[in-house]
């Protein structure tokens, strides 16, 4: 019997890695043009931080997450997305008492126990970044600029950003009472788990899947009408900032955050994939994460998280195509058996120049070698036999253009460093 990869995993062969490689590039390159600089967490924390960190009221926590108790009976559990644990580090590595803002960028496996289904994995990846220590909106904008500029870079045009502010406890708390008054008298239209969620995390309904629940709550109230001054004026100025930077948005009251800590800034891009809507790219305002996690108080955050694979997908089905950059500069083809020791030390001699080169490992006759040097899509191919070594003369061949020369084979190496 084979062992099979575990459901919801797939494996990112070289078909596919360089795809992986290009995103991961362009993605570090544009996080460094706005300063951010990488951090790398565990793969696993404790199950705490998440019930902490994401909120034991999310489906994510409650039904996703791939926990286990470790033979030091310690109960953790595999991350199910990238914020809980770089927060927990910025606290742990005392980073909030280093001059703010704190700029933070990752790339990490995110596990989470789901169905699989396109687009939807039980192992997948998420591109993402934390700004800690400010809460100027200015930063906000920046957030959602930086998103935009890679997911521009990466050859996707029709992206749609949409906005909201999610308020502050200050005006959460009369909303919530409102929005609470709301519910209970829709409560025998809405699902079993919205009335659930009516007591503990009312806003949350907003987001509900289940659609009878959607029709039940169509006037319902949102929080972007009843946000407190301080509210407004921030939002306001997210707007003016992303106006002056060109970026187009719309206001989209819908989009909500049910946990205490978010605070104000909301957001999600989507691209136009072929008329479907789908989410790459969400993020928003945490306020409230670190002193939730344990760390000082009034240290404010903003981040977003981005699906690799989901961004993969809407690539393709958009037809953008990322190249594989891989080459190999020299195929090394040999006659006879001093020739193909001899090749060892030209092959050795020409990595070592930087020039990516390979020979057959395989035996193979001449013909087999030139189809196999096709094959791998080598530029040249040098043929070498023992007469020619004795000759000094070993035969060149460009691939693209099938034109051969001779050159010497003491000379092989410094001809080749300047053609390559
Ligand atoms: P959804 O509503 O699709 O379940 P979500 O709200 O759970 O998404 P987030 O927790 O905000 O998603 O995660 C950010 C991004 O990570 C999503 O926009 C999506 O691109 C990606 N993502 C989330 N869950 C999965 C998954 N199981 N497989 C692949 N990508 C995922
Ligand atoms: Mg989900």
Same mark, same amino acid.
């Given at each position: 019997?084979?062992?099979?990869?575990?459901?919801?995993?797939?494996?990112?062969?070289?078909?596919?890695?360089?795809?992986?490689?290009?995103?991961?590039?362009?993605?570090?390159?544009?996080? *460094?043009?706005? =300063?951010?600089?990488?951090?790398?967490?565990?793969?696993?924390? *404790?199950?705490?931080?998440?019930?902490?960190?994401?909120?034991?009221?999310?489906?994510?926590?409650?039904?996703?997450?791939?926990?286990?108790?470790?033979?030091?009976?310690?109960?953790?559990?595999?991350?199910?997305?990238?914020?809980?644990?770089?927060?927990?580090?910025?606290?742990?590595?005392?980073?909030?008492?280093?001059?703010?803002?704190?700029?933070?960028?990752?790339?990490?496996?995110?596990?989470?126990?789901?169905?699989?289904?396109?687009?939807?994995?039980?192992?997948?990846?998420?591109?993402?970044? %934390?700004?800690?220590?400010?809460?100027?909106?200015?930063?906000?904008?920046?957030?959602?600029?930086?998103?935009?500029?890679?997911?521009?870079?990466?050859?996707? %045009?029709?992206?749609?950003?949409?906005?909201?502010?999610?308020?502050?406890?200050?005006?959460?708390?009369?909303?919530?009472?409102?929005?609470?008054?709301?519910?209970?008298?829709? $409560?025998?239209?809405?699902?079993?788990?919205?009335?659930?969620?009516?007591?503990?995390?009312?806003?949350?309904?907003?987001?509900?899947?289940? %659609? *009878?629940?959607?029709?039940?709550?169509?006037?319902?109230?949102?929080?972007?009408?009843?946000?407190?001054?301080?509210?407004?004026?921030?939002?306001?100025?997210?707007?003016?900032?992303?106006?002056?930077?060109?970026?187009?948005?719309?206001?989209?009251?819908?989009?909500?955050?049910?946990?205490?800590?978010?605070?104000?800034?909301?957001?999600?891009?989507?691209?136009?994939?072929?008329?479907?809507?789908?989410?790459?790219?969400?993020?928003?305002?945490?306020? =409230?994460?670190?002193?939730?996690?344990?760390?000082?108080?009034?240290?404010?955050?903003?981040?977003?998280?981005?699906?690799?694979?989901?961004?993969?997908?809407?690539?393709?089905?958009?037809?953008?195509?990322?190249?594989?950059?891989?080459?190999?500069?020299?195929?090394?083809?040999?006659?006879?058996?001093?020739?193909?020791?001899?090749?060892?030390?030209?092959?050795?001699?020409?990595?070592?120049?930087?020039?990516?080169?390979?020979?057959?490992?395989?035996?193979?006759?001449?013909?087999?070698?030139?189809?196999?040097?096709?094959?791998?899509?080598?530029?040249?191919?040098?043929?070498?036999?023992?007469?020619?070594?004795?000759?000094?003369?070993? *035969?060149?061949?460009?691939?693209?253009?099938?034109?051969? $020369?001779?050159?010497?084979?003491? %000379?092989?190496?410094?001809?080749?460093?300047?053609?390559?």
């Amino acid at each position: 019997m084979s062992v099979k990869a575990p459901r919801g995993t797939k494996d990112i062969t070289p078909e596919e890695s360089y795809k992986w490689r290009y995103l991961e590039d362009a993605f570090r390159r544009i996080c *460094s043009l706005y =300063g951010y600089e990488e951090i790398r967490t565990p793969a696993f924390e *404790s199950v705490e931080l998440f019930k902490r960190g994401v909120g034991d009221t999310t489906d994510i926590v409650q039904k996703e997450m791939y926990t286990f108790t470790d033979k030091g009976n310690r109960e953790y559990a595999l991350k199910p997305e990238g914020t809980a644990g770089v927060v927990r580090s910025f606290i742990e590595n005392k980073m909030y008492a280093q001059p703010q803002p704190t700029k933070l960028f990752y790339i990490t496996p995110c596990f989470r126990y789901e169905r699989p289904q396109a687009g939807r994995q039980r192992q997948f990846h998420q591109f993402g970044i %934390e700004a800690l220590g400010s809460e100027n909106p200015s930063i906000d904008a920046e957030t959602i600029g930086l998103a935009l500029q890679f997911l521009k870079e990466v050859g996707l %045009e029709n992206l749609e950003v949409s906005i909201n502010s999610v308020g502050c406890p200050v005006c959460r708390k009369p909303y919530n009472e409102m929005l609470k008054k709301y519910l209970d008298e829709k $409560s025998d239209q809405l699902c079993a788990l919205c009335n659930e969620r009516k007591d503990r995390n009312p806003m949350r309904v907003i987001d509900c899947k289940v %659609e *009878s629940c959607q029709a039940a709550i169509v006037d319902i109230p949102l929080i972007a009408d009843h946000l407190c001054e301080e509210c407004e004026e921030h939002f306001s100025k997210l707007k003016e900032n992303l106006d002056i930077m060109g970026i187009k948005y719309k206001v989209d009251k819908k989009i909500v955050r049910g946990l205490d800590y978010y605070k104000r800034t909301a957001f999600e891009i989507i691209s136009d994939d072929l008329g479907a809507q789908s989410t790459v790219c969400g993020g928003g305002r945490y306020d =409230g994460l670190v002193e939730q996690l344990g760390g000082p108080k009034n240290m404010p955050g903003i981040g977003f998280g981005l699906g690799v694979e989901r961004l993969l997908l809407i690539l393709e089905s958009k037809g953008i195509v990322i190249e594989n950059p891989q080459k190999t500069d020299i195929f090394i083809v040999t006659i006879g058996d001093k020739a193909k020791l001899e090749s060892a030390k030209i092959l050795s001699d020409l990595r070592q120049n930087n020039i990516s080169a390979d020979t057959d490992h395989l035996d193979r006759s001449v013909k087999a070698q030139f189809k196999y040097s096709n094959k791998i899509n080598a530029k040249y191919t040098v043929v070498i036999g023992d007469e020619e070594i004795d000759k000094d003369e070993v *035969s060149l061949k460009n691939m693209d253009t099938s034109e051969q $020369s001779s050159i010497k084979l003491t %000379e092989l190496v410094e001809v080749l460093s300047t053609i390559i």
